[in-house]
Nanobody
């Protein structure tokens, strides 16, 4: 199993920045994929950004150019740097890990609120 714990959410004004962190219970080298998802009230959970073991990243069109996912292998942490935040980025952000057997694990989520 790979347990993940998010931190770094909060409230910010539009145009501001936040950085989310996701700490994994195992080495990120043992994890096939880690990513950030978000879920706004009344909407489905959606992928925001992901990074695989080789370091390849992918982003939702709505955040590309504003958000950056990165990984610190020494600390077993992934980050989501969020810049130029918009009110529509308001959501609960979840970290997810998927191991090489295909088993996925969710964090408890962290709230991000962007005021206009």
């Amino acid at each position: 199993q790979v347990h993940v714990v998010e931190s770094g959410g909060g409230m910010v004004q539009a145009g501001g920045s936040l950085r989310l962190s996701c700490a994994a219970s195992r080495s990120t080298f043992d994890i096939n994929f880690m990513g950030w998802f978000r879920q706004a009230p009344g909407k489905q959970r959606e992928l925001v950004a992901g990074i695989n073991r080789s370091g390849t990243t992918n982003y939702a069109d709505s955040v590309r150019g504003r958000f950056t996912i990165s990984r610190d292998n020494a600390k077993n942490i992934i980050y989501l740097q969020m810049n130029t935040l918009k009110p529509e980025d308001t959501a609960v952000y979840y970290c997810r890990s998927v191991d090489f057997r295909g088993a996925g694990y969710w964090g408890q989520g962290t709230q991000v609120t962007v005021s206009s």
